[in-house]
T-cell receptor, first 109, second 113 residues
Framework: RKEVEQDPGPFNVPEGATVAFNCTYS??????FFWYRQDCRKEPKLLMS???SGNEDGRFTAQLNRASQYISLLIRDSKLSDSATYLC??????????FGTGTLLAVQP | NAGVTQTPKFRILKIGQSMTLQCTQD?????MYWYRQDPGMGLKLIYY???????DKGEVPNGYNVSRSTTEDFPLRLELAAPSQTSVYFC????????????FGQGTRLTVV
């Protein structure tokens, strides 16, 4: 079983839509959780950290369920500029930073 | 601040050649990481380091070696290059605190022919 699993997509949505991405992780000792964004042929960049109580940053909401070992990202009112690959990232107790395979989002005009 | 700098940006190697991918950061980060990303795939961890003199294997270490003699530098060595090592290589660094962001270099695109 992969340490971090994501639906690879692609997700094709119209502008203004709400879209949700899911991620599961296998190591219950994992300590920190993140969503990164990667544009085509570019380096990944941090979108947001994910906290146990859930957190929001503008149109983006992240949730963590430790019991189910599940992380989610919700994007409201999608923009064309949101088109990218969204990477779920987990940091374990040994400080390894493990990436999921990524979910491709294409927002259509 | 330059952040994380990787060199070279592009390289073509012949099968069996060796090379070193350079990575340096000027943010005084303790943690550094090397990843490879194959087309259409996620990032796979090759090696990582939690400080100078300490390195550990990641998910796909075979065919690679690393060293961490200083806080700033974390070079990745490819010995006897193989076509399976054709990939984009990313170096990253972060602070020690568990919730801190990892910063990435712009990547090295390597082709082995």
């Amino acid at each position: 079983r992969k340490e971090v699993e994501q639906d690879p997509g692609p997700f094709n949505v119209p502008e203004g839509a709400t879209v949700a991405f899911n991620c599961t992780y296998s190591n219950s000792a994992s300590q920190s959780f993140f969503w990164y964004r990667q544009d085509c042929r570019k380096e990944p960049k941090l979108l947001m950290s994910v906290y146990s109580s859930g957190n929001e940053d503008g149109r983006f909401t992240a949730q963590l369920n430790r019991a189910s070992q599940y992380i989610s990202l919700l994007i409201r009112d999608s923009k064309l500029s949101d088109s990218a690959t969204y990477l779920c990232v987990v940091k374990g107790a040994t400080n390894k930073l493990i990436f999921g395979t990524g979910t491709l989002l294409a927002v259509q005009p | 601040n330059a952040g994380v700098t990787q060199t070279p940006k592009f390289r073509i190697l012949k099968i069996g050649q060796s090379m070193t991918l350079q990575c340096t950061q000027d943010m005084n980060h303790n943690y550094m990481y090397w990843y490879r990303q194959d087309p259409g795939m996620g990032l796979k961890l090759i090696y990582y380091s939690v400080g100078a003199g300490i390195t550990d294997k990641g998910e796909v270490p075979n065919g690679y070696n690393v060293s961490r003699s200083t806080t700033e530098d974390f070079p990745l060595r490819l010995e006897l290059a193989a076509p399976s090592q054709t990939s984009v290589y990313f170096c990253a660094s972060s602070y020690t605190n568990k919730n801190t962001e990892a910063f990435f270099g712009q990547g090295t695109r390597l082709t082995v022919v």
